[in-house]
């Protein structure tokens, strides 16, 4: 028996504009490459405008043809998500990936911490969903996407702030769904695992420089302690995120809204 090679899966996103905060490096950059290769138009978002200019400059090396802009602004201030509306006033699909984590015991976070949490994690998408949801539903099309985490329905109590903001995240995303009844427009939420970021490579430096252990010492406990339950066993790679996110920005993800879809290599021991 013979098979036709099949043709590659067109996500018809050839022409949409794609906002992705935090897309300097890990799962935000990961997923604005994943968009500039299906044809849409990106708009970086970040901190640090020399970053910024690299992670763009990372992003033609491997789509040259891409149409790629960058914003600097800082999405966790009311100033910086204005900044960034007034630079980009309409996008065809918004995904908040700017956030905030880090190890901390609950008795050591103070209020100002807990409120830097929140302003990163949760009030960046407010904002941004505040402004361009309305658009989305006037021309019937659009998409919003929230980065959770398996932390966010299993909490974990070495960084119970980072935990609740992205419950929070959970409740907003699926309130905003709510709002798209009957329309062409989704919003959802992915809730990656532990993920090979930079962000979480400079968490394991801290915890290696404390401890002594090399960073496969402080994976394998990892998978031994906090994530025992993981099926897969290993740290995901920021483009298997991606991946999930790109499909779920595309048209062909029309039936997936209010959700959140996991992408935490099983270890949340649930079946819904």
């Known amino acids: 028996m013979t098979f036709e090679k099949e043709s590659p899966v067109d996500l018809q996103l050839q022409g949409k504009t794609a906002l992705v905060t935090g897309s300097s490096a890990g799962i935000g950059f990961a997923t604005a490459v994943g968009l500039a290769r299906e044809g849409a138009h990106v708009v970086l978002n970040g901190r640090e405008a020399a970053r910024l200019a690299a992670a763009r400059g990372r992003l033609l090396d491997v789509a040259p043809a891409a149409h790629v802009e960058a914003v600097t602004a800082d999405v966790a201030t009311a100033e910086g ?21 880090g190890p901390q015991p609950f008795e050591d976070i103070p209020d100002a911490e807990w409120q830097r949490f929140f302003d990163t994690n949760v009030m960046s998408g407010v904002r941004l969903a505040r402004h361009y949801l309305q ?22 109590v070495d960084q119970l702030h980072y935990s609740v903001t992205k419950t929070a ?3 907003l995303a699926r309130g905003l769904a709510e709002l798209t009844k009957g329309t062409r427009v989704t919003v959802n939420t992915v809730l990656p695992g532990p993920t090979s970021t930079e962000g979480v490579t400079g968490v394991m430096d801290g915890i290696a420089q404390h401890t002594g252990l090399s960073h496969d010492q402080i994976v394998t406990r990892l998978f031994e302690t906090n994530t025992s339950s993981s099926l897969l066993q290993r740290l995901a790679a920021p483009e298997e995120v991606a991946n999930l996110l790109v499909y ?9 809204n209010g959700d959140a879809v996991r992408a935490e290599g099983g270890i949340v021991r649930s079946a819904f």
């Open 169 to 171: 995240v959970l409740g």
């Open 248 to 256: 779920l920005a595309s048209p062909l993800a029309a039936l997936t």
């Open 81 to 101: 998500a204005e900044a960034l509306i007034a630079a980009v006033p309409s996008v065809d699909i918004l995904v908040n990936n700017a956030a905030t984590f």
């Open 135 to 156: 658009g989305m539903l006037d021309r019937n099309e659009g998409r919003i996407l929230f980065i959770g985490t398996d932390a966010a329905v299993q909490p974990q």
